[in-house]
């Protein structure tokens, strides 16, 4: 089962269930037709809604159904077990600073202030031990200030980039 949430509404549980659609536990009565990877037409009673994908960022999507904008979240079960749990993963995916895992040199740094990162981007490369450490984002931020310069030497810990 997923949970679908539209903008501010209520969240609607979906389940498959063979080939049946069940919304909050009622079968769906209509037909999804798929025209290409971003594109559907639904049919439901005397009604065609037309729904384009947008934009998807993970599990937040925009959707224009029938030329109005919707923003969408989805969750899976295992969202929703740690939701439950108090682990919300969205919740921990703000940064505010990038601190130096061990004690190198700067060898390269990929991004610049005011950059927008997102998980896993790539920061800066930092050289220990003759090996060579790509930096990646924790989380999403946008970056605010770099205070490292490249061929500097850092200590562990350090505060490499800051970010709103």
Do not use: W
């Not at 549980?13 to 063979?18: A, H, I, N």
């Not at 990038?98 to 991004?111: E, R, T």
């Not at 990646?136 to 030497?153: A, D, L, M, T, Y």
Request: hydrophobic letters at 40%.
């Amino acid at each position: 089962m997923i949970e679908v949430k539209v903008g501010n509404s209520a969240k609607i549980s979906v389940t498959r269930q063979k080939e049946e659609l069940l919304l909050n536990d009622q079968l769906f009565h209509g037909e999804i037709i798929k025209i290409n990877e971003s594109l559907y037409k639904i049919f439901k009673g005397n009604a065609i809604y037309r729904v384009e994908v947008v934009e998807r960022a993970g599990k937040d999507i925009k959707l224009k159904v029938n030329d109005v904008l919707l923003d969408v979240s989805v969750t899976d079960h295992i969202d929703q077990v740690l939701d439950k749990l108090g682990m919300n993963v969205a919740a921990s995916t703000v940064v505010k600073d990038v601190k130096a895992p061990m004690p190198g040199s700067i060898l390269n740094i990929i991004v610049s202030e005011g950059d927008e990162v997102s998980l896993g981007d790539q920061l800066l490369v930092l050289e220990a031990m003759k090996m060579e450490n790509v930096i990646k984002s924790p989380g999403e931020g946008k970056v605010n200030k770099i205070h490292i310069s490249e061929k500097e030497n850092v200590e562990k810990n350090q505060v490499l980039i800051s970010f709103e």
